[in-house]
C-alpha cells in the first residue's frame, strides 16, 4: 500500500496524537489546519499550513486522507467538505454533537470518500480480547458490566471549550460517554437499551456534567452501570469489569486486561495508551476496517441524546 498524504485539521493535543500514528506507519503529513497557524506549523516541520479547510482544498491538490481533530461541534461540517472533497476521513468522536443532524454528511458519503470515526478506546488490546471472549462464548451469559471512565481532573486540565455545551455538546456524557458506550454496544450487542440515569454538575462553575451515572439493560438477565466522571480527586478503581455465567474478564485504565473463565486464562501487559491504539486505530483506517462507519456510531450518539432529553443535569 502507498504512502498516505494526509491532511491534519485541528493541531491540538489530539491533532499531534494522531501525527504521530500517521508517521509510525510511513504516512506523511501533507499539510495541517488551524485557525492559528503557529500551532499548524508546530505539528510537522514539513507541512504546509493553512487557517481553514476550504483554503487547503484550494490548494492541496494530491492529499487522499484527512484527520479532524477540532473542538466537537465543527466535526459534522468539516467532514462532510472533507467527505465531499473525496477525502477518506478519519474524524475524532464524537462526529457530531448531540441535536446536530447528520443527513447532509450521509448525502456527501453516498458520492464521497468515506468516514471512519476515531474510537480509540475500541482499538485497545484489552478491549479487543474482551470483545471477543464475549462473543465466543467464553465468559458464558453476561450477568453485569461495570465500566468506570473515571478520570482526576485539576482545574484548567482540559480547554474550556470541554465545558461550554455548544461547542462540546455537552460534559462527561457525551465527551467520555461515546467511548463507553460504543465499547459496551461493541461487547454486549447492539441491544443496548438506556434505563436510568443521573447526571451532575460537580464543579459548580461548569455548564455541563462533571459526573453521569447511567443503567442500562440487554434483554432480561444483562445490567450494564456505566460511571464517568471528571473529578478533583483520585478516582480509585477505575475500568471495566465483565462478568458472566462461566468467568470474568478486566481491562484496567492502564490498558492491561485479564480474562479468567472455566478453561480459560489469559491476560496483556499495559501499553502506552496515548500512542498505541492510535497507530492501531490508523491501521484499522487504512485497512478499512468494518465498525467505525456513520451507522455504527450514531447509535451511541442517539443513546446520548435520549439520555440529555430525559435526565436533568443538577
Ligand atoms: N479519542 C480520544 O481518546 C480523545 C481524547 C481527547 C480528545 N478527543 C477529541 O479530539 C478532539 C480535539 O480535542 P483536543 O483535546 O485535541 O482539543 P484542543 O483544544 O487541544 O485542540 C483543538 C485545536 O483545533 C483548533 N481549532 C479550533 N477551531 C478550529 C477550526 N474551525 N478549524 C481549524 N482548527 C480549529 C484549535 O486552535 C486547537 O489547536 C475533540 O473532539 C475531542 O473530543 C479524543
Known amino acids: 500500500m502507498s504512502a498516505r498524504r494526509v491532511l491534519v485539521v485541528g493541531a491540538g493535543v489530539m491533532g499531534h496524537r494522531h501525527a504521530v500514528a500517521v508517521r509510525a506507519v510511513g504516512d506523511q503529513i501533507a499539510a495541517v489546519v ?3 497557524l503557529a500551532r499548524a506549523s508546530a505539528v510537522d516541520s514539513g507541512a504546509s499550513t493553512y487557517t481553514s479547510v476550504q483554503e487547503a ?14 473542538p466537537s461541534a465543527g466535526h459534522l461540517v468539516q467532514s462532510t467538505e472533507l467527505v465531499a472533497a473525496g477525502l477518506d476521513v478519519l474524524v475524532e468522536k464524537p462526529h457530531r454533537v448531540p441535536g446536530q443532524d447528520p443527513a447532509l454528511l450521509r448525502d456527501a458519503l453516498r458520492t464521497g470518500g468515506r468516514l471512519f470515526v476515531g474510537m480509540s478506546t475500541r482499538h485497545w488490546a484489552g478491549v479487543k ?3 471477543s471472549a464475549v462473543a465466543d462464548g467464553e465468559l458464558g451469559e453476561i450477568l453485569t458490566y461495570n465500566d468506570r471512565m473515571q478520570f482526576h481532573l485539576e482545574e484548567d486540565s482540559l480547554p474550556g471549550w470541554y465545558f461550554n455545551s455548544a ?3 455537552g460534559g462527561v456524557l457525551v465527551t467520555n460517554g461515546v467511548h463507553a458506550f460504543d465499547r459496551a454496544r461493541a461487547i454486549l450487542g447492539e441491544e443496548l437499551q438506556f434505563h436510568t440515569a443521573a447526571l451532575k454538575r460537580v464543579n459548580p ?3 455541563t456534567e462533571d459526573h453521569a451515572s447511567v443503567i442500562a439493560r440487554v434483554g432480561e438477565s444483562t445490567i450494564a452501570s456505566i ?7 483520585d478516582p480509585i478503581g477505575t475500568g471495566l469489569i465483565v462478568m458472566g455465567t462461566r468467568g470474568t474478564a478486566r481491562i484496567y485504565m492502564d ?3 485479564s480474562i479468567s473463565a472455566i478453561g480459560v486464562e489469559r491476560s496483556g501487559p499495559s501499553i502506552n495508551i496515548d500512542r498505541a491504539p492510535f ?3 490508523w491501521t484499522s483506517f487504512r485497512d478499512e476496517e468494518a465498525g467505525f462507519g456513520l451507522d455504527d456510531l450514531e447509535p451511541t450518539l442517539e443513546l446520548i441524546e435520549q439520555i440529555y432529553q430525559e435526565v436533568p443535569v443538577v
Do not use: N, R, Y
Not at 482544498?57 to 477540532?70: G, M, N, R, V
Open 205 to 207: 462553575s461548569h455548564e
Open 279 to 281: 497507530i492501531s486505530q
Open 227 to 233: 460511571d464517568m466522571s471528571w473529578v478533583p480527586f
Open 167 to 169: 461547542v462540546s455538546g
Open 34 to 36: 488551524d485557525t492559528d
Open 255 to 257: 490498558g492491561s486486561w
Open 57 to 70: 482544498l484550494a490548494q492541496e491538490h494530491d492529499l487522499d486522507s484527512a484527520i479532524i481533530a477540532t
Open 129 to 131: 480480547a474482551v470483545v
